[in-house]
């Protein structure tokens, strides 16, 4: 079977079961502050465990993408090495919400793996959670039971907590789980050990490839078990494994899903994958085979390479796969960006998103490439000084912090700094470098530290209900609250039953406002400020500062909640305005732009979009001008709920890439011809209350990615109004010409000419101290020797008078002084042809009297500078040198 009939033969079995098979959420996690990306196929569902949503069948199966590079869940430095590991892959699972339990799950589970991929049972192993004393938790006798008429008690392994009762994370629900393991071993190493000795043991043909999970119980905060009011079933099977296992392979990337991408890579560097001669080109290749497709679905989901986060983890992997390359493969121009193409075709019917943005994926990788090739290329140089440093004091070893400083500043891998300085006779100090890791690591955490209580449930509600579509105000009950503990201090998080409160989400910020308590309380109306509303998973947070709320909170009945209306108007009006401006940008641009980002508030709105050259200052006129019309010709909004996304998207509808839509959406319309998006955000009733819409900056986020600021209504006036005054300024300056630009531009040509005039001057100056200079030349036995302090007006003076110096006398060895703008300056220069006979070094030369002006300088053997603090120290300086030569 082909991995593509494999991963169908799994959904269609599923679906015979009367599964719901649904698509995969994207690969970056939305609105769970716990992810970075969705690292498991249950992320999308952890709703439905925790009972904040409602799924849409009780019985559910997909394949979902995974990553998983941070936190507990961290493969990366194993990916590649072995055969089984990686960054990103496919999650197949089949889930039940309250539904069917461990018998179906466990009979199913051995049906498709026996019957329909004729997977040999005695090649099987499972394993049984044998419970845990301290959590209170019995041996799973109902798992054991079942098991044992399927494969009988010598194919049964009990495992521990660490392997066999899976969580969700430090809280939430979890519950046993019984794993499916395979030996794939040959058939005479089989006869010499048994498989069941080596499950869960690292052995690299005897592998994990299916997880049963029994949803049972719920971690609170305090570490306690409760039980769940349902149970639930959430499976998880590794779909590079199973292919393996099917397909009869002894290592993931010998099974189709890896050996297109191989077979372009042995082509490009013309070495053979498996060939057992270069043992490190095939690490590389599985490296890079792995990382590409991280990297391209990463993108095509919204998250881009940068420096902060989740786009630092995408950099880290894509830098991975790129150093591999260039270390074991010979690539010393960019190669990784070739490999998209191959990708998108591959996964052209399981995950369209990526065919459809390939050239957009392309274009970004190449652009990080390159510019991770220079920084190799930087990296080598700072690692040369070092190593030549290190040669002069006689020492063997990197420093730690110098090899730390190398990964964090230049992006240059510890491992490929360990590699180079071997060949150099070097060695890194590994724990050094450890020890600044843990530290970096240590500040991070803290950075990032956050720790809450377990929600206080005050009652019952289905669920949370958001009005805030049609209303500011509502009357609402609280449901549950919890305390957070963050750096900026502690923080009560509340949620309602029904809530008028916009949520953080698809760029737009949380709105603020008040909660109103007026019955329950014994001192009357309590007022309560809501700095900001987040979602967390489907619960509408609501975040408070205010001080001991709990008492107030746990008495409430009826209360008022009610947003900042005037707050909320001004963001409705940004939200608008960039839906106006990317249909704008379409018509002027090309229809290739696509949302990149966005960031709204009632101040700004900042658009981050898919383009690859600068937006000309024309182009941004034109966009704004089509804003400005759609502005006035007053729009109304034509708003449509629960509209199913497939007769949406048949319709026009436009989508943001990495979003997750339901199977229904709500479509915003302005002039159905002109702007017709899929948006959960709030917007203006009409386009004419936006006012006016004006640009305030373009430039450059990322490769292919640029990102425009723009301001409308009261603050696009204030704006305009703050350049008025400054243009009225500059005329108060100018005697108010008549024409202000050609006023401007004579004080330019003026400044220009001016600017000639004092270079003339300065190198006249220059030819009568080089005069000076050369009279008073002390002549030695092999070199003519000049020492003087001299007046120039800047440090590149000094360099053009040493040049110019050399031209004229020969053997020459020249240190002046100088004091420009208040600082000392120092130079060395000596004639090479000196340099080479006597080793003399004007770099270390000019350091050893820098010390005399509090500074450091440095340079080439010929030529070197150096500034100070200390001007008065510059007569010693000069005097000093006088004595080295």
């Known amino acids: 079977m082909t991995s593509h009939q494999i991963r169908q033969a799994f959904l269609d079995f599923f679906r015979s079961k009367e599964h719901l098979i649904v698509p995969s959420a994207p690969l970056v996690a939305k609105n769970d502050p716990t992810l970075m990306f969705n690292n498991s196929g249950m992320a999308q569902f952890k709703d439905f465990f925790l009972g904040n949503g409602t799924p849409p069948s009780r019985r559910i199966a997909d394949t979902q993408k995974c990553l998983r590079v941070s936190g507990k869940h961290n493969d990366l430095e194993d990916v590649g090495f072995d055969t089984y590991h990686h960054t990103m892959f496919e999650m197949l699972g089949n889930w039940s919400f309250g539904d069917y339990f461990k018998k179906e799950a466990i009979t199913w589970a051995w049906e498709l793996l026996t019957e329909v991929y004729k997977l040999p049972k005695d090649r099987l192993y499972v394993s049984v959670f044998e419970g845990d004393s301290k959590d209170g938790v019995p041996f799973d006798q109902e798992a054991w039971d079942l098991w044992k008429p399927i494969v009988g008690e010598d194919r049964i392994i009990l495992g521990n907590k660490k392997d066999n009762f899976w969580e969700m994370g430090d809280t939430g629900p979890c519950g046993p789980c019984s794993e499916i393991h395979i030996d794939l071993r040959p058939a005479s190493e089989v006869a010499e050990i048994s498989g069941k000795s080596l499950v869960n043991n690292d052995h690299p043909q005897v592998v994990e490839i299916w997880n049963l999970v029994f949803m049972q119980f719920e971690r609170k905060a305090d570490s306690s078990l409760v039980p769940l009011p ?508 008549t024409d202000l630009v050609k006023a401007v531009e004579g004080l330019l040509d003026e400044r220009t000419n001016l600017q000639k005039r004092i270079v003339s001057f300065e190198n006249e100056k220059i030819r009568t101290l080089k005069s000076e200079l050369i009279a008073n030349v002390k002549k030695h036995s092999t070199f003519n020797l000049i020492v003087e302090k001299v007046d120039v007006p800047s440090a590149e003076s000094l360099k053009q008078l040493s040049y110019e110096l050399r031209d004229q006398v020969e053997n020459l060895i020249a240190v002046f002084g100088a004091e420009i703008a208040g600082k000392p300056q120092l130079s060395v220069f000596i004639a090479e042809n000196i340099v080479q006979e006597t080793g003399l070094n004007a770099g270390k030369i000019v350091k050893d009297l820098a010390k005399e002006i509090r500074g450091g300088g440095g340079g080439q053997p010929y030529f070197a500078t150096a500034g100070g603090s200390d001007a008065s120290g510059l007569d010693t300086a000069l005097e000093k040198a006088k004595g080295l030569f």
């Open 230 to 737: 349902a149970t639930h079933v959430d499976t998880g099977m590794g779909f590079e494994r199973l292919c393996m296992a099917v397909q009869n392979k002894t290592s993931n990337y010998d099974t189709d899903v890896f050996q297109n991408t191989i077979q372009v890579l042995e082509t490009l560097s013309g070495k053979t994958y498996g060939a057992g001669i270069e043992p490190f080109a095939d690490i590389a290749m599985r490296v890079i085979a792995d990382h590409i497709r991280a990297v391209a679905f990463a993108i095509t989901d919204g998250q881009l390479p940068s420096n902060v986060k989740a786009g630092y983890v995408i950099r880290r992997i894509l830098r991975r796969a790129v150093r591999y390359g260039y270390s074991y493969l010979g690539f010393q121009e960019p190669f990784f960006y070739k490999l998209v193409a191959v990708l998108a075709d591959q996964f052209k019917d399981v995950f369209t998103e990526l065919k459809t943005q390939e050239e957009f994926v392309t274009r970004v990788i190449l652009e990080e490439e390159k510019s991770f090739l220079r920084t190799l290329e930087s990296g080598l140089k700072r690692l040369d000084v070092i190593i030549n440093s290190l040669k002069e004091k006689g020492v063997g070893v990197i420093a730690g912090q110098e090899v730390f400083e190398l990964s964090d500043t230049f992006g240059f891998p510890v491992d490929l700094t360990a590699l180079i300085a071997r060949e150099k006779g070097f060695q890194i100090d590994e724990t050094g470098f450890q020890d600044a890791l843990a530290e970096q690591k240590k500040r991070s955490r803290q950075d990032a530290a956050k720790e809450a209580t377990d929600w206080i449930e005050l009652r019952e509600a289905d669920g949370v209900e958001f009005l805030g579509y049609d209303f500011e105000e509502t009357h609402s009950h609280i449901i549950k609250y919890r305390k957070v503990k963050t750096k900026a201090g502690e923080e009560y998080h509340i949620v309602l039953d029904r809530t008028p409160f916009y949520a953080e989400m698809g760029g737009q910020v949380g709105d603020t406002g008040v909660l109103i308590i007026d019955n329950g309380l014994e001192n009357g109306k309590k007022v309560i400020q809501i700095v900001d509303t987040k979602k967390e998973n489907d619960l509408f947070v609501h975040i408070s500062r205010d001080k001991d709320l709990d008492d107030a909170l746990q008495r409430a009945g009826i209360i008022v909640a009610k947003i900042d209306e005037t707050r909320r108007d001004r963001i409705k009006s940004n939200h608008t305005a960039t839906h106006l401006m990317l249909s704008a940008m379409r018509e002027v641009l090309g229809t290739h732009i696509g949302q990149k980002g966005s960031f709204l508030n009632d101040e700004v709105l900042r658009f981050d979009f898919s383009h690859f050259s600068k937006v000309t200052d024309e182009e941004l006129v034109k966009i704004e001008d089509r804003v400005n019309q759609k502005i006035r010709e007053d729009i109304r909004l034509d708003e449509r709920r629960n509209v199913p996304i497939k007769q949406a998207l048949e319709q026009g509808a436009t989508a943001t890439f990495g979003e997750k839509y339901g199977d229904f959406v709500r479509l915003i319309i302005f002039d159905p011809a002109y702007s017709f998006e899929l948006c959960g955000g709030t917007h203006a009733p009409s386009t004419g209350k936006i006012g006016v819409f004006k640009f305030i900056s373009e430039g450059s986020v990322s490769a292919g990615v640029r990102r425009v600021e723009a301001v409308t209504g009261a603050k696009a006036l204030e704006i305009m109004r703050q350049q008025e005054e400054t243009l009225n300024k500059i005329k108060d300056l100018l005697k108010n010409p």
